[in-house]
């Protein structure tokens, strides 16, 4: 996975999107994809005008990241919880954990299905997973769920979902008994 890395540079400079969109003329919403690493690609003027702005090269811009996750098992809790066994690799380090997810089922716009997963991580592993954009995160885990814990239930179904990550800060309420 390629990683674009203009966000963090431009936050170090202080430098806003729209500061760099107005100086080379690039669309801000090109800008915002780059930033957020949703940028399906990139043009080399776009590639160049952002390096010449920022006095840096390409190999500044980019990073090469190797992450996967793969299946280990899941156990269901009850009709809707569910604990999902995954094994992080982000470049040489594995992270091995298990996941509560919580999946609430309804009718999407057009009628077919529609599920929102919601997927408890804790906030130190989701600190470790730093280099890796967290919507790729969201999709893998998404695609693992399906392909997982629905087992083909819904193969050849078109149906919508959303994800939402779930961040564990392991603040402990103790004042709830």
């Known amino acids: 996975m390629i990683k674009c890395n203009l966000g963090v540079i431009l936050a170090e400079r202080g430098i806003k999107n729209i500061q760099i969109a107005e100086a080379t003329g690039i669309n801000k919403n090109t800008i915002s994809g780059l930033v957020t690493n949703r940028a ?14 920022l006095n840096i090269t390409a190999g500044d811009l980019f990073t090469i990241v190797d992450f996967s996750v793969n299946y280990s098992e899941h156990t269901k809790l009850d009709d809707n919880n569910y604990e999902i066994s995954i094994i992080f690799k982000i ?3 594995y992270m ?3 996941l509560p997810v919580k999946i609430d089922q ?11 997963f ?4 804790p906030k130190g592993l989701l600190s470790k997973l730093y280099a890796v954009p967290q919507q790729l995160i969201v999709k893998e885990l998404e695609e693992l769920i399906v392909d ?6 819904y193969e050849g179904v078109m149906f919508e979902t959303e994800t939402r990550l779930i961040i564990n800060h392991g603040i402990i309420n103790k004042g709830a008994q």
Request: glycine letters at 12%; charged letters at 25%; one cysteine or more.
């Open 40 to 53: 399906t690609g990139i043009q080399y003027d776009t590639l160049e005008k952002i390096c010449t702005y």
């Open 91 to 93: 470049n040489e380090e």
């Open 96 to 98: 091995e954990c298990s």
């Open 106 to 116: 309804g009718i999407g716009r057009v009628g077919e299905p529609s599920f929102i």
């Open 118 to 121: 919601d997927i408890t991580i």
């Open 148 to 153: 997982n814990i629905f087992d083909g239930k």
